[in-house]
């Protein structure tokens, strides 16, 4: 089965940087909470048929970042949920809470860590697709380059992962039971965020080619 959605979102990353002739800044540790309204959307093509799903909820969470000579270490630990909605019928949800750390080089930023979850989508006997409830737990790794500081990230992440559920195992992935790898360009407006790229997910269902089409506030 081919099937075509977006049916997540990237870790996003925060560029922070200082004027050039700012004084140094000193060492220690900062962050700040924050709350992001989640909006997305993306076309499923289901043996030949095409479905579009909604995706509405929100992320809450805190960002923080250790400043010392670069590279600095930053971090983000964060809560989502989000439910789906497709015009098939087909209802869905997807909870997540993940914690992730890495280096950031000003211009590339490296996190990594876990990201447990809970998902279910549609029904057996759905016209689209299928996915039993399941807890899990991936692993994401991700590559962000500031193409423009501020304003234009691209950002790259590759996330291997395991479920509870013997039904969600996607077959000949080897010590994993999922995958998801995913690249998008990330665009920061005074309005809010915007993802726009391409991800392949090795599922249950077979394997889910799409389009990443999101945005939050």
Not at 110 to 138: I, K, M, N, Q
Not at 177 to 187: E, G, K
Request: a positive charge.
């Amino acid at each position: 089965m081919r099937v075509l959605s977006h049916l997540g979102g990237l870790a996003l990353a925060v560029a922070l940087s200082s004027p050039a002739h700012a004084a140094p800044q000193k060492r220690g540790w900062e962050g700040t909470p924050y709350f992001a309204p989640i909006l997305s959307g993306g076309g499923v093509l289901v043996n030949g048929q095409t479905v579009v799903q909604t995706q509405i909820g929100g992320e809450v969470g805190y960002r923080y970042r250790y400043r010392k000579p670069r590279p600095h270490v930053v971090g983000r630990t964060r809560a989502r949920a989000v439910g789906i909605y497709a015009t098939t019928g087909s209802l869905g949800a997807d909870v997540r809470l993940g914690s992730f750390m890495g280096p950031d080089w000003k211009v590339v930023q490296l996190l990594h860590g876990p990201d447990f979850w809970f998902d279910v989508y549609g029904s057996p006997r759905a016209p689209d697709y299928h996915l039993p409830p399941t807890v899990g737990v991936d692993l994401l790794n991700q590559v962000t380059v500031r193409i423009i500081q501020g304003q234009l990230n691209w950002v790259t992440a590759v996330s291997p992962g395991w479920v509870s559920n013997r039904q969600r195992r996607a077959p000949q992935l080897g010590p994993f039971h999922t995958m998801t790898a995913r690249t998008a360009m990330v665009l920061r407006t005074d309005f809010g965020t915007l993802q726009l790229g391409v991800q392949r997910q090795w599922t249950s269902a077979g394997p889910v080619n799409g389009l990443i089409l999101s945005g939050s506030l």
